[in-house]
């Protein structure tokens, strides 16, 4: 059973940095597609960055390229966001997701961390 676990995460001023792990168990980051989420209240999910761990190559959301980067840590079986540049509209709950398939197709994640609170405000 793959579990992901999520860390990182808090309320920093814009303009601001963070980041959030996200620990995988039961199978091995570089088989999978890891995508992050996140959710604000009162709209709909949004894509964040997936990543195709193998070839160490991410797609990221066109608000969020340039500020957001994800790393990975294969020992570990972690996988990283670092979310720079923060602004309000980044605030939201972030998730981490582990599937298999075609990265960018949001239906292939079926395992989901717990979710981590980012708050960006002055």
């Known amino acids: 059973q793959v579990q992901l676990v999520e860390s990182g995460g808090g309320s920093v001023q814009p303009g601001g940095s963070l980041s959030l792990s996200c620990a995988v168990s039961g199978d091995s980051i570089s088989t999978m597609c890891i995508g992050w989420f996140r959710q604000a209240p009162g709209k709909e999910r949004e894509t964040v960055a997936t990543?195709?761990?193998?070839?160490?190559?991410?797609d990221y959301t066109a608000s969020v390229k340039g500020r957001f980067t994800v790393s990975e840590d294969n020992a570990k079986n972690t996988v990283y966001l670092h979310l720079n540049s923060l602004k309000p509209e980044d605030t939201a709950m972030y998730y981490c997701?582990?599937?298999?398939?075609?990265?960018?197709?949001?239906?292939?994640?079926?395992?989901w961390g717990q979710g981590s609170q980012v708050t960006v405000s002055p």
């Open positions: 997701a582990a599937g298999w398939g075609v990265c960018w197709t949001s239906s292939i994640y079926k395992y």
């Open positions: 990543s195709v761990i193998s070839t160490k190559t991410t």
